[in-house]
């Protein structure tokens, strides 16, 4: 594909130290916490926060847009996304899924890409338990159909591409909702090109529906393991509780979505985030997910993803012993 007239939409980004990645396209992302140092922690609820910026670094000038529209931006309050503006326009990033007061406002934010108009929107799910407001200022919005298509009617005249994000899906998750599927597909009937999903932290399948793209999750992109990260803070800031998720297979290889902004086609591209460095792969032992073989409006879908999310939990449980063995609570009671 032309690199001057693609596009590399890719998952999310959570980085606490430099990462090495080589890369020629212009590129989305979806940033999954806000850039503070310091700043009170949300109560009751995993805060995650990155306290340098390492974008440059790592995208340098390549970083088209940034989305700030999901569960975790507003975790360190409006203080943490003024912060998170700040260093985007240090190095000169817009973004896009921010929607409160005009000096927010940007859903959607509309960017100029060889001479394409593009429309950029973001979305969360109810699901995704995401801080919506703060002091009852709302600065995301919830994934709700009418809402979306009013408002891609609204601007569809003006831009020659309509890109939707949405935090939504299961964690861990290689398979989407039934209900996400019937979703997407229903905004693409109605005037939406590209829909990019996100919060799983695995990817999903990625299918042409009629004349769009539907990529369901593109899972994380650079996200460390989370060891005994400190969480659940309490009205002082203080925190309560601890959190601690190892990165799996499945979430640590993500896929990145190539796609000609002209004509619409699409590649997937293939990574994986060991260390310090995003290594491309030519191909991964959990390709089987990249395309949607399994008909989600056949009665055993749920079934099916049932199944596959026991899978998950188990395998994620049982590694976890592995790497570090402990006795649950309840047996330590009985002993």
Known sequence: MNKNDTILFL????????????NHYKTIINLEGPLVQKGKPAENKIALKMENNYLYEIFKTNLLSVCLGN????????????????ELEKIQTPYFGINGPSEYNANPSIIEFNNIKIAL????CKSTSALIDVDNVNYLELLDFDLIINKVAKIRQDVSKVVVFIHWGIEDSSYPQKEDVILAR??????VDIIIGNHAHAPQPIEKYKNGIIAYSLGNFITPNL????????????SQS???????????????LLINMHTME?????????SNRVIQLPFTPIDKFIKLKKDPLKINYDEILDKHSKRRRFNRKFIEFMISPHVPEKIKKIL
């Not at 929107?121 to 969360?124: G, L």
């Not at 060891?227 to 203080?238: R, S």
């Open 11 to 22: 998952g999310d980004v959570l980085t606490f130290k430099p990462v090495k990645f080589r």
């Open 71 to 86: 569960n975790h931006m507003l975790d360190y309050g409006i203080d943490g996304l003024r912060s998170t503006l700040r």
């Open 121 to 124: 929107f973001a979305f969360v």
């Open 186 to 191: 229903k905004l693409i009937d109605n005037g």
């Open 227 to 238: 060891k005994k990260y400190p969480t659940y803070y309490n009205a002082e800031g203080e």
């Open 242 to 256: 601890s959190f601690t998720k190892y990165l799996m297979l499945w979430n640590r290889i993500s896929w990145g």
């Open 266 to 274: 699409f590649r997937v591209m293939k990574f994986i985030f060991l």
